[in-house]
């Protein structure tokens, strides 16, 4: 069978022209092939390199093949070449004591099989092959041809005395004329009366049917084309497609395998190369722009000397467009999947990525030129790892691939200049998204979308009670009974509410982590929840300490029968915690404070908002509140209010498409790392954040003011009550933290070792973390949640 073809039928002159074909050989004669081919190399191939080395590689696979058979070693790399060509057609065909004679003298010494071996010759170079002639066309043969598609003999001709058969396929009935037995036709390959350079299946079919509509018609019989079984299927429409060819090269090392930069280094020290030229190619440009993975085919080779001296060919290679990465938030992986194959059999798995991500500085060219690849020693990424390294892409190489790009299957030249434009888009949108800073569109919520689908907690069914404090506003607590340690109570800061610690966007949350360690988790929602309708009315941090904390610590101890319980706290949750307890709270064993303390110590700018009294400005204007949440319905106000946002100082490795983000680092200040959140949580933000009130603003801008803990009438109420801090209490910071910083809870923590048992107490500063990603981040249940249950367990009965 035909495998593969090259057209090289374009020609000045017709009879020039010729296809090859790459043929397979029947397997029956696999046994015979290795020393056949072993002797004819030596007598009459020819081999199109040269070199020492390259004479050990050739003679050591043929006697892999030799000793293995033929699908392995030099027979496996075999290419069998198959012509179709134009000879003189001047052979003769007759008959001899009953049999089928030939008479063609010097048939395989025409000019044009001369220019057959040549372009044979010139395929096989390019392979670094040895060529083979057919082992039958030799001197000691008279250069005989063998050939599967024998045409002529009773040719097509106007009359008798040029061929056999006339224009219907009838024979002619003398030596000369045009006269016919009206009854005897011959329909196959023998009426072609001249080469075709190409398989003659189509031309034998189409000339064979023609007779056969002629004779009917003379005959006045009536043929019925339809098919009796089933309606023809129809075809599949041909889609518009899109394709361009990359090329890339660099260092790769087998030495390093746990580091991209090092192999690299590695690499060029070894003056270990790695290159390849793919052709990357979507059938349908449709589905590419739609599909979320950008799906793509990639062919080519692959020149790696540390894998083999020879290219590798590539095969089942994929590659995915501006995948979203779902664990980094504005990021986006270009991801490249392939097989490579060596000429001497070997299969290697490549895997690699390119990182779209607008860090610091310039990098949009950095970011879509760099590719860190890793290679494995099979056929899968399960396969051993052999390697790593990192390509790049020249600028010359990159000019030239920008003039590769072609579209496929196009009707006419608008949908070709359409699918251009879209495919640019694509890459030019995504691009602009990721770097163009404040100029790039913003994400939104829109409320109108169907709600986002929710995964199961995997900490049983909440039990939820609502109740009173003493001036009458509703609170609400929601218990996960996940066994008898604790009972613990979990409070949020402003602008939120619990669902901080129970969110679904984290693979695992905080209710989850000590339902599954044996706690009785309560997630307390004070007047400050965005769930709750207390947050829309006014009211300060002492409200929160001295009415909603003794109400549900009471609440808790009622329906568990719990003499005390303990407490995690989070941000003005934490700070209203400490004015409760030094106000009297009863009934608390043991805290764990996150991001909070007695002492206040603010950033920069913070200070000089406070120092400006902002907040009272913006009461002073009639501004009641202030909110993260935003959507598609925002009014004009909101809209202009956004706008202004994108120009408020925010470091640029925190900047996003975001609208919740920049409303958030107003309100607050930075308060997460965008590199501890995943991309789902990133989405919900207008989930997380919500509406704050002035009046709780004003109270914490007194704090600020004042470096440590005051009344909502600035009074210094609270710290002359130290003694009553003489519980356990574990200290939770960001090291990043822009809303509070460290240096605040390092003081408290030295003011409290001072006052009382410094066993008490332990305090710890988390690396890359900001303020509240020390509770959704990412990674939190790794890097923060064990410090919280150490605490927690040592006081958990």
């Known amino acids: 069978c035909i495998t593969g073809i090259i057209d090289a039928r374009e020609q000045p002159q017709l009879d020039d022209g010729m296809v090859i074909e790459e043929g397979s050989i029947p397997g029956a004669f696999a046994a015979l092939l290795p020393k056949t081919f072993a002797v004819a190399s030596a007598l009459i191939g020819k081999d199109t390199d040269s070199g020492v080395a390259d004479m050990v590689q050739e003679r050591g696979r043929e006697l892999d093949s030799l000793v293995r058979g033929s699908y392995y070693g030099a027979v496996h790399n075999t290419q069998t070449f198959l012509v179709m060509t134009h000879d003189d057609a001047a052979g003769r065909l007759y008959l001899e004591e009953d049999r089928v004679r030939i008479a063609w003298p010097g048939v ?8 057959v071996n040549e372009r044979l010759e010139q395929a096989t170079r390019s392979l670094g092959g040895t060529y083979l002639k057919n082992p039958l066309s030799t001197k000691l043969t008279n250069h005989d041809l063998i050939t599967v598609h024998p045409l002529g003999g009773c040719v097509m001709a106007e009359s008798a005395e040029s061929g056999v058969v006339n224009h219907k396929g009838q024979v002619f009935s003398g030596d000369a004329g045009t006269a016919v037995y009206e009854d005897l036709y011959v329909c196959d390959g023998s009426i072609i009366p001249r080469p075709l350079g190409v398989n003659p299946l189509l031309t034998i079919s189409a000339l064979s049917e023609r007779c056969c509509v002629l004779l009917a018609m003379d005959r006045g019989w009536q043929i019925n084309y339809d098919l009796p079984s089933a309606p023809l299927s129809p075809s599949e429409p041909l889609r518009t497609g899109i394709q361009f060819t990359e090329t890339m090269c660099g260092h790769f090392s087998t030495k390093v395998k746990d580091d991209y930069e090092r192999a690299e280094e590695q690499g060029i020290e070894d003056d270990s190369t790695f290159q390849f030229t793919l052709t990357i190619a979507s059938r349908d440009l449709e589905h590419m722009l739609n599909d979320p993975q950008h799906p793509a085919r990639m062919t080519g080779t692959v020149t790696a000397p540390a894998l083999s001296a020879d290219p590798l060919m590539v095969t089942e290679g994929e590659i995915n467009l501006f995948v979203e990465d779902p664990d980094h938030v504005g990021t986006r992986h270009m991801r490249y999947r392939m097989k490579m194959s060596s000429e001497e059999g070997r299969v290697y798995y490549f895997s690699g990525f390119k990182v779209i991500h607008d860090d610091r500085g310039v990098d949009l060219w950095s970011d879509t030129t760099t590719l860190y690849i890793t290679i494995y020693d099979g056929d899968s990424m399960k396969s051993p790892e052999m390697g790593k390294g990192i390509l790049k892409i020249r600028p010359s190489d990159f000019m030239r691939q920008l003039t590769t790009m072609q579209v496929t299957n196009s009707e006419s030249v608008k949908e070709y200049l359409a699918a251009k434009v879209r495919f640019g888009r694509l890459f030019g949108g995504v691009l602009f998204e990721t770097y163009g800073g404040i100029f790039a569109g913003s994400n939104v919520f829109n409320p109108d979308t169907p709600p986002r689908k929710r995964r199961l907690l995997r900490a049983g069914v909440p039990q939820v009670y609502l109740f009173n404090t003493s001036d009458g506003v509703q609170l609400r607590l929601t218990r996960y009974q996940g066994g008898k340690k604790g009972p613990v109570i979990l409070s949020h800061g402003l602008g939120v509410s619990s669902l901080i610690y129970s969110t679904d966007t984290i693979e695992t949350n905080l209710v989850e982590y000590l339902f599954a360690h044996g706690f009785d988790v309560w997630l307390l929602d004070h007047r400050a929840s965005i769930e709750l309708p207390a947050s829309a009315d006014q009211f300060t941090a002492d409200d929160i300490a001295t009415k909603d904390y003794p109400a549900a610590v009471d609440k808790v101890r009622e329906l568990t029968g719990a003499e005390s319980v303990q407490i995690v706290a989070h941000c003005i949750g934490s700070t209203t915690l400490f004015m409760s307890l030094l106000d009297g709270l009863q009934g608390v064993r ?100 919500g509406i704050a009130n002035i009046s709780t603003f004003n109270h914490l801008a007194m704090l600020v003011r004042a470096g440590h803990l005051v009344n909502a009438r600035g009074e210094d109420v609270y710290l002359p009550n130290l003694g009553r801090l003489a519980i356990p209490i574990a200290f939770i910071h960001g090291a990043e933290n822009e809303c509070f910083l460290p240096e605040g809870s390092r003081l408290t923590y030295q003011l409290l070792r001072e006052t009382h048992d410094k066993s008490l107490y332990n305090r710890h500063v988390i690396p890359n973390y900001g303020h509240i990603d020390c509770i959704f981040g990412k990674n939190a249940a790794r890097d923060v949640y064990p410090l919280i249950l150490n605490h927690l367990a040592a006081t958990a009965t």
């Open 108 to 115: 395989g010494q025409q000019p044009i099989f001369e220019k």
């Open 590 to 689: 043991s805290a764990v404070s996150s991001q909070g303390s007695l002492h206040i110590v603010a950033p920069t700018a913070t200070r000089i908002k406070c120092g400006l009294y902002l907040p009272s400005f913006m009461e002073a204007l009639s501004i009641d509140s202030l909110t993260g949440y935003v959507d598609t319905n925002a009014n004009w106000v909101n809209r202009l209010y956004d706008k202004c946002l994108k120009l408020y100082p925010i470091e640029d490795e925190e900047r996003c498409r975001s609208l919740v983000c920049p409303r958030v680092a107003f309100m607050y200040g930075q308060l997460y790392e965008h590199d501890q959140l995943n991309t789902a949580t990133h989405d919900a933000m207008h989930e997380l954040f």
